[in-house]
């Protein structure tokens, strides 16, 4: 029998839903660990499968660290009402706060990133999470980092 807590612990972790945190910890006769690896293969086929429909709405979000650093993104959605959705802005948030902190170069750099808030995840990770659960494609379509004295 699985408790109504580790199914609420599993999907505050992943994000995931009810049904589908209590199927991940059936199959995984219970094991916490193995339910959250199965949990996010399941996202990242999901984002595999919405990898090529076309994103085109969603917003611009600035970030300012200390007045010292700045980060303007670009994230893409299909709708605009996605784009409106609070776990969609905090995404863009998140994903601002990560460029300022690692300094990126480029989007793969920026991908590969290990999430500065957990770092059993990569933000490739993270937003295949979202997008497992928003249900819609997801992408990083540009950013820019600006540091107070940088040269350009």
Do not use: W
Request: net charge neutral.
């Amino acid at each position: 029998m699985i408790s109504a807590e580790i199914i609420a612990k599993l999907r505050s972790d992943t994000g995931a839903g009810v049904m589908d945190c209590k199927k991940a910890l059936e199959e995984s006769k219970g094991d916490y660990t193995k339910a959250k690896s199965i949990l996010a293969s399941n996202a990242q086929a999901i984002a595999k499968q919405k990898q090529d429909r076309s994103a085109n709405q969603g917003l611009i979000e600035c970030y300012c660290h200390s007045g010292k650093i700045g980060v303007i993104l670009e994230l893409n959605c299909e709708t605009d009402f996605v784009a409106r959705n609070d776990e969609f802005k905090s995404l863009a948030h998140e994903i601002a706060m990560q460029i300022a902190s690692m300094n990126p170069k480029k989007l793969d750099d920026l991908l590969k990133s290990k999430y500065i808030r957990d770092e059993s995840l990569t933000i490739k990770s993270l937003i295949e999470q979202a997008v497992g659960k928003i249900g819609e494609n997801i992408q990083i379509k540009r950013f820019q980092r600006f540091e107070l004295g940088e040269e350009s």
